[in-house]
Nanobody, 122 residues
Framework: QVQLVESGGGLVQPGGSLRLSCAAS????????MGWSRQAPGKQRELVAT???????NYAGSAKGRFTISRDNAKNTVYLQMNSLKPEDTAVYFC????????????????WGQGTQVTVSS
């Protein structure tokens, strides 16, 4: 089966930076799209950034210009570099992978990680 594990969250001051990582494990042949979403208490989950295999990135308006998504397909890993962090960026960040093809021939439509907490506070 496929598992996704996020890492890199923590506590930072406003204006600081964090780099999140998410590694997908399993006998994976390829992943169509990887991305990041976040959810703050009392709010709906919000899409932050996505990156399909063709490399055409997409960002939420609140993230564009501050966040950068990247992928290492050989490692089945997606990253989110977050700069100029604001208190409103505080949330649990989740990575996801869509269109997962396994060596066995199985196909997963999607999978989500457990999330990593990002807290931006002075």
């Amino acid at each position: 089966q496929v598992q996704l594990v996020e890492s890199g969250g923590g506590l930072v001051q406003p204006g600081g930076s964090l780099r999140l990582s998410c590694a997908a494990s399993g006998s994976i042949v390829s992943i169509d799209t990887m991305g990041w979403s976040r959810q703050a208490p009392g709010k709906q989950r919000e899409l932050v950034a996505t990156m399909p295999s063709n490399g055409m990135t997409n960002y939420a308006g609140s993230a564009k210009g501050r966040f950068t998504i990247s992928r290492d397909n050989a490692k089945n890993t997606v990253y989110l570099q977050m700069n100029s962090l604001k208190p409103e960026d505080t949330a649990v960040y989740f990575c996801n992978a869509d269109g997962i093809r396994l060596l066995s021939g199985s196909y997963y439509f999607g999978a989500w990680g457990q999330g990593t907490q990002v807290t931006v506070s002075s």
